[in-house]
Every structure is written in structure tokens, then in C-alpha cells.
């Protein structure tokens, strides 16, 4: 645990990929996630929202180590895990777990749920026989809502919900202080997404288990999460606890973002529709990455990037926060 008492802190952390060839002899580099800081206590959800391609799912590979950052630390539990190779990575990996998005690809198909838990049961309990990881697997398996009968099934056997329910099952298996969540409603049928959802609210208060739940859709962020990150072409434009984020958004892209979601009665808010396509991450815009399309951009976010300003917990990546605005 960190001097703060968190059990995650990302200091500017960096991620990215290089490219074939070079442009005028400079190699060139598509920069998923740029400079992004943030820290998440235990048991707490940090929700992660933003469009396709902001860096979201990269963000969150990289945190249990899937990516390998460029710079930048991962203080997880007081300790550096960005710079951690071979053993020394797979060590600590019961430290840290990840439920990815599709439920059908996340299973190997030749497994059956057994071996597929036992995987991890193996690392975190060396030693411990068969017949005990055995039990422990069907504990698991009723912990998520399944019967242990299925443990002897393969993945084709199950519905969408019941396969998300194992990967569940298998981030759990290592007793894990940090998970992420990358999406693991959205191939999910509506009626089952409330379900898997709840799940993993029950998950977290009886295990204390921190999250970073990643998301497109805001309402199922705002309802699990404590606070809420948004994210856009790799940088991170705003911070804030859930409600207040929703109730009060203070960068123009995150109104953009509230805008489209469904409200009626006294909650409805006027649709903003933004200009213009999100800028690639293999050009990005100078200054600002939000400034092609912002309806308050001025030169000076053209030519520079805005500084973080926080305000009780409130942070914003933005020159001209909500009530300041100048028009053009």
C-alpha cells in the first residue's frame, strides 16, 4: 500500500506503438495514452469513459500489464510494476486481474471451466492439491451465480451472460486487490447487463476489490462508479466524483458526451453535436487534442496544451472551464 493509503497510482504514464517505416527518417509512433495520472483507493470504482480509440481499453491494458508502458510508473500496492519483466512480473500478477470485454473470446475454447480457473488457482495456491483448487473453483463459480456442476462444461455450453460470469470467476480465482473491467456489459444482452453489473457491486463490498470499470455508456458508469475519468484522444480531460461530474460537467467535451445520453422531464439537456471526426492518434492536433472540434476554442488552444486545474477534487484539462467560456 502507498504512503496514502491507495493501492494504485499512475504517475504520467505513457503508451505507444510504434510504427512500420518512417516518415523523412523519424520513426513514427501512434500515442494511445498520453501522460495520464490518477490514483484509486481500495475498494473503490474509477470509471473510465470516452469514445472509440481514445486510449481506454489501452489505458487499461496497460495497468495489469497486457501493454507495456513507454514511460511513466504504475505504483500498484508501493510497487513500480511498469518496468517488471519475466518472473518478477508474473509473480505479483495475483496482485492484479482484468474482465475483458468479449465473452466469448476470453474463454479458451479447449478448456473446460475448471482448467480455465485453475490457471490462476495454480499461481496464487503452489502446492495446494488438486481436490482443494477443485473446491475452490466451485466456490467461485456459486460466488458468481453458477452451479458448480459447471465445471466440468467448455465455454460453447454457456449463454453470453454465463461466460462473463466465469471470466468474473477467473479474476477472482487469485484474490486480486485491483481489477479492470474493460467493457464487460457491452456484448451483453440489456436484460443481463444489470445483472453482471450488480454482481460485481455485491463482488466489491464483500471483498473491498478496487475497480477500474471501463465503459462507453455513461449511465452504467455513473451508477457503479465513485468517480468518473474522461477520456479523449489518450489524454484524460476531466476528473470528478460521479454526480457531481454528471450533475455539473465543467470541459466542453464531456457536456458533449452527457448531451447524448437519453433524459426526459426536468433532467433533459439540449443535444450538442461536436464538428468534425475525432483527430488520429498517428497526427495529432497541436495544443489542445479536443480544439478542432470545441465551439469555444481559442488561438491559445491551438498552440498549447491546458495545464490540469483542480478545484475539491474537480479536475478539468481545459483553458476556459464551465462559466468562463469566450465564444468565438
Given at each position: ?264 422531464g426536468e433532467n433533459h439537456r439540449k ?27 481559442q488561438e491559445k488552444c491551438r498552440r ?25
Open positions: 500500500m502507498s504512503e496514502k493509503g491507495n493501492i494504485l497510482e499512475v504517475r504520467n504514464l505513457k503508451v505507444y506503438y510504434p510504427l512500420r517505416g518512417s516518415w523523412f527518417g523519424k520513426k513514427r509512433y501512434l500515442r494511445a495514452v498520453e501522460d495520464v495520472s490518477f490514483t484509486l483507493a481500495p475498494g473503490e470504482t474509477l470509471g473510465l469513459v470516452g469514445e472509440s480509440g481514445c486510449g481506454k481499453s489501452t489505458l487499461g491494458r496497460a495497468l495489469v500489464r497486457l501493454e507495456k508502458p513507454v514511460s511513466g510508473e504504475i505504483i500498484l500496492n508501493g510497487r513500480d510494476i511498469a518496468r517488471l519483466e519475466g518472473r518478477a512480473l508474473r509473480d505479483c500478477r495475483k496482485e492484479f486481474q482484468m474482465i475483458f470485454q468479449d465473452p466469448y473470446g476470453s474463454l479458451n475454447p479447449r478448456l473446460t471451466v475448471f482448467s480455465a480457473l485453475d490457471e490462476v488457482l495454480r499461481l496464487r495456491y503452489p502446492g495446494e492439491k488438486v481436490s482443494a483448487r477443485r473446491e475452490r473453483a466451485a466456490g467461485l463459480l456459486e460466488r458468481v451465480g453458477l452451479d458448480s456442476g459447471a465445471l466440468e462444461r467448455y465455454p460453447h455450453q454457456f449463454s453470453g451472460g454465463q461466460r462473463q460470469r466465469i471470466g468474473i470467476a477467473r479474476a477472482l480465482a487469485g484474490d486480486p486487490g485491483f481489477i479492470v473491467a474493460d467493457e464487460p456489459v457491452s456484448a451483453l444482452d440489456v436484460s443481463v447487463q444489470a445483472a453482471v453489473v450488480n454482481l460485481l457491486l455485491d463482488i466489491q463490498k464483500e471483498s473491498g476489490t478496487a475497480f477500474l470499470f471501463i465503459a462507453h455508456d455513461i449511465a452504467v458508469v455513473e451508477h457503479i462508479s465513485n468517480r468518473i475519468m474522461v477520456m479523449y484522444l489518450g489524454h484524460v480531460m476531466e476528473s470528478a466524483f460521479s454526480h457531481e461530474l454528471v450533475a455539473s460537467p465543467q470541459h466542453p467535451y464531456t457536456q458533449a458526451l452527457l448531451s447524448a445520453v437519453p433524459t426526459v443535444r450538442i453535436v461536436l464538428s468534425g471526426d475525432v483527430p488520429s492518434p498517428l497526427a495529432p492536433p497541436s495544443g489542445c487534442p479536443f480544439h478542432p472540434r470545441c465551439p469555444y476554442a498549447s496544451l491546458p495545464s490540469w486545474q483542480e478545484n475539491n477534487g474537480h479536475g478539468v484539462r481545459c483553458f476556459f472551464p464551465l462559466g468562463k467560456k469566450i465564444k468565438n
